[in-house]
T-cell receptor
Framework: DAKTTQPPSMDCAEGRAANLPCNHSTISGNEYVYWYRQIHSQGPQYIIHGLKNNETNEMASLIITEDRKSSTLILPHATLRDTAVYYCIVRAGRGSQGNLIFGKGTKLSVKP | EPEVTQTPSHQVTQMGQEVILRCVPISNHLYFYWYRQILGQKVEFLVSFYNNEISEKSEIFDDQFSVERPDGSNFTLKIRSTKLEDSAMYFC???????????FGPGTRLTVL
């Protein structure tokens, strides 16, 4: 699976959009970009994933660059409950065993 | 909304003792996983399980560890002889097919004294 690079920490004001970047310059054609988050010591929570098109769900939007070498997770209106560590993970989709390799992620602090 | 459950939430044991951590994956899921997270460190993959057998395991998953799906609902992780360094949060996860996202349980905090 391709390696990802994320900033160690970010701050965001409550109510504003949080934009979390991720670099994955060695991503291959069959690899998806997945985002998870971990609030305090809870189990990681799936947020969103994509292959090459931008994706949106009720939690967030995922913007993937045309060359697929980087992506941005957008939380449109961050709340205090969005304070968490956010993980960008690249892995193959169909045909893979699916085990996730977590990095250190980005610690997002949403401030009032 | 269906969810992965884990019991117990906290287990304290003496070094050298056997522990069994229990998980109930989401009912129609076919792929099962165990991860662990030592305090302050990354979430680490331990093992994946599909079709009643281990499909992949990490270097951490040595002979002291085993997994089992004893019936149609439970998925267990056994540590045969616990060491101090086994103290960690253990997370179970499941998914229902290849390429789909994994759903994690709340974790079991294992403390080895």
């Amino acid at each position: 699976d391709a390696k990802t690079t994320q900033p160690p920490s970010m701050d965001c004001a409550e109510g504003r959009a949080a934009n979390l970047p991720c670099n994955h310059s060695t991503i291959s054609g069959n690899e998806y970009v997945y985002w998870y988050r971990q609030i305090h010591s809870q189990g990681p929570q799936y947020i969103i994933h994509g292959l090459k098109n931008n994706e949106t769900n009720e939690m967030a939007s995922l913007i993937i660059t045309e060359d697929r070498k980087s992506s941005t997770l957008i939380l449109p209106h961050a709340t205090l409950r969005d304070t968490a560590v956010y993980y960008c993970i690249v892995r193959a989709g169909r045909g893979s065993q699916g085990n996730l390799i977590f990095g250190k992620g980005t610690k997002l602090s949403v401030k009032p | 909304e269906p969810e992965v459950t884990q019991t117990p939430s906290h287990q304290v044991t003496q070094m050298g003792q056997e522990v069994i951590l229990r998980c109930v994956p989401i009912s129609n899921h076919l792929y099962f996983y165990w991860y662990r997270q030592i305090l302050g460190q990354k979430v680490e993959f331990l093992v994946s399980f599909y079709n009643n057998e281990i499909s992949e395991k990490s270097e951490i998953f040595d002979d002291q560890f085993s997994v089992e799906r004893p019936d149609g609902s439970n998925f267990t992780l056994k540590i045969r002889s616990t060491k101090l360094e086994d103290s960690a949060m253990y997370f179970c996860a499941s998914r229902n097919g290849p390429g789909n996202e994994q759903f994690f349980g709340p974790g079991t905090r294992l403390t080895v004294l």
